[in-house]
T-cell receptor, first 114, second 113 residues
Framework: DAGVIQSPRHEVTEMGQEVTLRCKPI?????LFWYRQTMMRGLELLIY????????DSGMPEDRFSAKMPNASFSTLKIQPSEPRDSAVYFC????????????FGNGTRLTVT | DAKTTQPTSMDCAEGRAANLPCNHS???????VYWYRQIHSQGPQYIIH?????ETNEMASLIITEDRKSSTLILPHATLRDTAVYYC??????????????WGAGTKLIIKP
């Protein structure tokens, strides 16, 4: 199993540009999570999908952030327009729906907005 | 607020057992204890979990006190590759509860040669 695959690994962009982060969850996992990690705030949940449907997006910081899951094997997190304060490492994770199924994380996308 | 309390950092000599404590005094009867770790520049990695019995797998052992208010993660023979931040998390015992995890600051474990 290849695990959760995220792309790109690093992204450097200028303020105001659109950024799209991509995630391929583990096959057979029906829950998908987007997290953001910074030194100041640690690991924060942005949005959670179950069976491709967004269930909880209360962690999305503002309307500049949007996430989609068009099918069970692909999800995107988009920031438009990007700002320097969006600089962080963004992680995607997936899990099965069993009551004790753990999270499996990708290796993240390090985003730098200048 | 995090539902667990962990030391900020710990050191351990290579080859020794690393014992990482976690306090979860407000844990309820329907919550698991989970441990994850995050090696530098990687995503968090699942290690082990338990409800009330001690658990062991190929990575570690988890000892949960009888009153369930604290636990200890044991890495029996620590190697340099075990240097990481270790997170102790309580999780509700029902389906799809992973979205309710609260990630604290964890314990930064440094394994020294």
């Amino acid at each position: 199993d290849a695990g959760v695959i995220q792309s790109p690994r690093h992204e450097v962009t200028e303020m105001g540009q659109e950024v799209t982060l991509r995630c391929k969850p583990i096959s057979g996992h029906n829950s998908l999570f987007w997290y953001r990690q910074t030194m100041m705030r640690g690991l924060e949940l942005l949005i959670y999908f179950n069976n491709n449907v967004p269930i909880d997006d209360s962690g999305m910081p503002e309307d500049r952030f949007s996430a989609k899951m068009p099918n069970a094997s692909f999800s995107t997190l988009k920031i438009q327009p990007s700002e320097p304060r969006d600089s962080a490492v963004y992680f995607c994770a997936s899990s099965q729906s069993f009551s004790d199924s753990p999270l499996h994380f990708g290796n993240g996308t390090r985003l730098t907005v200048t | 607020d995090a539902k667990t309390t962990q030391p900020t950092s710990m050191d351990c000599a290579e080859g020794r057992a690393a014992n990482l404590p976690c306090n979860h005094s407000t844990i309820s009867g329907n919550e698991y204890v989970y441990w994850y770790r995050q090696i530098h520049s990687q995503g968090p990695q699942y290690i082990i979990h338990g409800l009330k019995n001690n658990e062991t797998n190929e990575m570690a052992s988890l000892i949960i006190t009888e009153d369930r208010k604290s636990s200890t993660l044991i890495l029996p023979h620590a190697t340099l590759r075990d240097t990481a931040v270790y997170y102790c998390i309580v999780r509700p015992l029902y389906m799809d509860s992973n979205y309710q995890l609260i990630w604290g600051a964890g314990t930064k474990l440094i394994i020294k040669p």
